[in-house]
């Protein structure tokens, strides 16, 4: 059983390594930066600032004008903030399941079986023995299953699941630009046309074994 969890925490540790290195690859995040077309057009963004026809605004400023100027915009940034939020509800539950059931399973589990072990190792009386083993099993199973708790359900919940939501959520509604590009802001385009890009969480396979990709 212990090598088990400490099996399962290696593959989340892997899997989270994997999906956020997807996650930059299939994004553009990177160290060079290339031009998309999809940021061409009279909504555009550099760096953290976006630009309507040259005027700069904040990230907020652009919420807002997407708000009154551009209802598919608004209603696509809105949905990835909400994936966004959804996934540091996911890291958060997955540290509470860590550290609010299994660390508590596994100190009291841990400290009864080794009493139990200690007074059956002390004693000559058969039934004693008996029920102290009894006691000692049933505490070990505790220890057990909050290692199970702290080595793989709760980190496979902030790694696998909130940590691919918080990033996705983050790097497309920054880019809910290129929305406003397609749908309202095409004449402006002079021809010039964007997509709007989705993602898609993908269980991969490689030479290295197993992993997670992000492609949008």
């Known amino acids: 059983m212990k090598r088990f969890c400490l099996f399962l925490l290696a593959l989340c540790l892997f899997g989270m390594a994997e999906a956020q290195v997807g996650i930059m690859r299939s994004s553009g995040i990177s160290s060079v930066q290339k031009t998309n077309l999809q940021d061409l057009g009279p909504l555009t963004k550099k760096g953290n600032i976006y630009y309507y026809h040259?005027?700069?605004?904040?990230?907020?400023?652009?919420?807002?004008?997407?708000?009154?100027?551009?209802?598919?915009?608004?209603?696509?940034?809105?949905?990835?903030?909400k994936i966004e939020m959804a996934g540091w509800g996911m890291f958060c539950a997955g540290i509470v399941v860590t550290m609010g059931i299994g660390v508590p399973m596994c100190v009291v589990g841990g400290a009864k079986s080794d009493y139990y072990e200690d007074l059956r190792g002390k004693t000559t009386d058969p039934g004693l023995r008996e029920q102290y083993y009894q006691e000692?099993?049933?505490?070990?199973?505790?220890?057990?299953?909050?290692?199970?708790?702290?080595?793989?359900?709760?980190?496979?919940?902030?790694?696998l699941v909130g940590v691919p939501m918080i990033i996705v959520g983050n790097v497309q509604k920054k880019n809910a630009h290129r929305v406003y590009n397609s749908w309202c802001g095409s004449e402006e385009m002079e021809g010039n046309s964007a997509e709007i890009s989705q993602f898609e969480l993908k269980l991969i396979s490689g030479a290295n074994g197993l992993g997670l990709a992000l492609a949008f």
């Open 54 to 81: 040259g005027k700069p605004m904040k990230q907020a400023e652009m919420v807002q004008f997407l708000n009154e100027n551009c209802a598919e915009a608004y209603n696509y940034y809105r949905k990835q903030h």
């Open 136 to 159: 000692w099993g049933k505490y070990g199973r505790i220890w057990d299953a909050g290692l199970g708790f702290c080595c793989g359900i709760g980190p496979g919940i902030t790694a």
